[in-house]
């Protein structure tokens, strides 16, 4: 179960935040060469050969790379680690274009003619071929494969988060660690009740103390945990973009005692998928956030799901 030629690709200095080791890659070829076919397999077939062929498995063996040989294949690509293409070389007469996993050269799976004629090697011109194009592949920073051996990289770094009987999480459009959620503390139950009654939630805008800023990720947030002392945290949504409201505009809308002369509010609702284990992590969010008291900061769920382990 080892190939018989692999050949790492990797770039000769660190291009990025995960090391060239990290991501460097490997090709594994395979020689398949059977001895008790080699006088057929080295002839093109005939007709009476193909005629004669029973089923599949003997016309590949006539001329052509075998099925189990291929299965091989993804055993090596699959197994050892860092791979991402493994390839059969065999005596055959027709070349075929790897198969690719998505639509770049890498990762792909395939076979190659590699077999000695008159006056030549068949098949080392498309062997070449491929091998330039894989490094230019490599080369490139801007492909999915390279994005996504980055992002993988990343992934499995660090100790894995231990293990909770409860680790239920709502509906998530993506991964725990790259979703956001707006912590933002409720001053007191007048705040929470204005919350609930009005469907609102705000935050400090200008250059008071604690305001935030218009690029702030706060405001890229799409759920909010809302938490507050005596107050138990809640799971909300947010239904719109946020707008620019005075202090007079919120004494309209019956706030209690805004501080300020403007502020940024966003429209929410309740969600009605609240795992059960926010009530265990109120008071170990403002060490989370690192903020002053009070302040909204982001945290990703899976730094949530960590404070409660």
């Known amino acids: 179960m080892r190939p018989d030629c692999s050949v790492q690709i990797r770039a000769d200095e660190n291009l990025t935040d995960v090391s060239s080791d990290e991501l460097a890659i490997w090709l594994h070829f395979d020689a398949k060469y059977r001895v008790e076919y080699a006088d057929r397999q080295f002839a093109a077939p005939s007709k009476d050969q193909l005629a004669l062929a029973v089923d599949e498995e003997e016309i590949e063996r006539v001329a052509g790379s075998k099925r189990e040989d291929l299965l091989k294949m993804h055993a090596y690509r699959d197994a050892i680690r860092r791979s991402a293409g493994a390839y059969v070389l065999y005596p055959g007469d027709h070349h075929q274009i790897p198969f690719t996993e998505h639509h770049e050269v890498l990762p792909s ?3 190659f003619v590699l077999r000695p004629a008159e006056h030549e090697t068949l098949g080392t011109s498309q062997l070449e071929q491929f091998l330039r194009d894989v490094l230019d ?3 490139d920073q801007a492909t999915q494969h390279e994005r996504s051996r980055f992002w993988r990289t990343v992934a499995f770094r660090g100790t894995p988060s231990a293990e909770r009987k409860d680790r239920r999480l709502p509906h998530l459009g993506r991964p725990p660690s790259d979703s956001l959620v707006l912590c933002g503390y409720v001053r007191g139950e ?5 919350i609930d009654r009005s469907g609102l939630y705000n935050v400090r805008a200008g250059d008071r103390r604690g305001a935030v800023a218009l690029d702030s990720d706060v405001l890229q947030a799409s759920d909010l945990l809302l938490y507050g002392r005596d107050i138990a945290p809640t799971l909300w949504s947010r239904v719109g973009t946020w707008f620019v409201q005075s202090r007079e505009q ?5 706030y209690p005692t805004p501080g300020g002369k403007v502020y940024l509010c966003c429209p929410i609702e309740r969600r009605d998928d609240e795992p059960e284990w926010l009530s265990e992590i109120p008071q170990y969010l403002p060490d989370l956030g690192g903020k002053p008291s009070g302040t909204p900061f982001t945290a990703s769920w899976q730094q949530l799901l960590r404070l409660a382990e």
């Open 190 to 194: 007048s705040h929470a009740a204005w």
């Open 250 to 254: 919120l004494l309209a809308l019956a």
């Open 109 to 111: 799976l395939g076979a």
């Open 137 to 139: 592949h490599v080369a």
